[in-house]
């Protein structure tokens, strides 16, 4: 069966909200990602963050920023992203499919349905509901933070009040861009 792995930028102090005024982003970070993404098949977006990925990525592909980052967008654009929806939504990014649920138990549905099927892991990319979603049901395997070096005190944290005790065993742990601490659990 395949794994659910929650991905994040999460600052020192929990919160995973609004990372582009926050996080570093380097090359060392977008190679590690992408030796990440040759263990998936399939990414998952929710509705609300996905317009702004699509936006992103399709523009970088195209950008003189850093040519590692160009080749990361290539990698991204083609890959198979479903988006996870209550409601309809316009898609335009590549290889996109929009997958419609209409409470907690079809969302259950969905998710368990998507493991089953063949293939490499899956990875939840944004967004914040969609980890909260994935946290409160138990719906995930993994989890992968990218841990940045800052205390930014307002914003949304991933773990509240509803999350409940979860023993992580540690798998692998490292240190790059100087600062930015990865840390890969899964549930023991």
């Known amino acids: 069966m395949r794994k659910v792995i929650l991905k994040m930028q999460i600052s020192l102090d929990g919160v995973v909200s609004h990372e582009n005024q926050w996080m570093s982003f380097s090359d060392d970070i977008i190679l590690d990602a992408m030796n ?22 399709t523009k970088a592909e195209h950008s003189l920023k850093s040519s590692i980052e160009s080749e990361f967008a290539k990698i991204i654009n083609n ?23 209409s409470n907690n138990q079809s969302f259950i549905n969905v998710i368990n349905d998507l493991k ?25 395997d993994e989890l992968l933070f990218y841990v940045h070096p800052t205390i930014v005190g307002d914003g949304v944290k991933l773990f509240n009040d509803e999350h409940f005790k979860v023993n992580l065993k540690l798998l692998n742990s490292k240190r790059i861009d100087k600062s930015v601490v990865i840390l890969h659990y899964e549930k023991s």
């Open 79 to 101: 890959f198979n992203k479903i988006v996870l929806s209550r409601s309809s939504l316009n898609l335009t990014w590549n290889n996109s499919q929009l997958i419609n649920y």
């Open 36 to 57: 990440y993404y040759k263990t998936l098949d399939t990414l998952i977006f929710g509705s609300k963050t996905y317009p702004y990925m699509d936006d992103y990525w």
């Open 116 to 140: 089953k099927k063949s293939g490499k892991n899956i990875s939840v990319e944004s967004g914040i509901g969609m980890w909260h979603m994935f946290l409160e049901n138990d719906l995930y």
